[in-house]
């Protein structure tokens, strides 16, 4: 396979393992976000690295709930928060710690993790076989159906009686905040399964 043979461990390429198995292509993605900022390691060691866009979109979502349209509706601002950081964060986390731990279990290396906005990437360098990079592929979005049916029995567990099994993907902001924090909880649940389809 010819890209197989790209990937051979050459002896002169440097002195870490990773580099000299993954293609130069992909080490070189480690320039493509400069603006990350770096958070330590998570399980396995594994660097985790965060873009600044992160905080900027954080930034849109919130300027967008202070919004004169939306100040009958201060839990809108907590809502955002939640979902466009902690629970964002965790969810692109743990979609590439996915791709990282198959790769790994499959004989593979793995570099860096990003996390940015609109999703994240891990470098991750091939695997023993062709079977062994298709698992490693479908094992970030596997992540989402744990993390979706999480959401899903929470919305469960919080909706009223006359609400269906399943969410609503609307934000009915009158609805949010009519009930207190069950209400608040039953829309931030509904709205995380969709993120996590």
Known sequence: DKGREQ???DPNCGSSALECRVPKEIMA???ILPSAIPLGSCIGGVPIKLHL????LLAIQFFNAIRPRYRDYPALI???????GPILFVTVLTHEMGHVMMNRRCGGESGEIYLWPLG???VCGPTDDLKGDL????????THIPMGLFW????????????AL???WAVNLVYMTSGGARTFVEVLSAYVVYLNL
Do not use: H, N, Q
């Open 152 to 163: 899903w029995i929470l919305y469960v567990a919080t909706k009223g009686a006359d609400k």
């Open 78 to 84: 907590l809502f955002e928060i939640l979902v466009y």
């Open 53 to 56: 866009s992160f905080f900027l």
């Open 7 to 9: 990937t051979e461990i």
């Open 135 to 142: 698992k490693t592929s479908l094992a970030g979005p596997l």
């Open 29 to 31: 993605s480690r320039s």
């Open 166 to 168: 399943w969410p609503s």
């Open 120 to 122: 994240g990437f891990a």
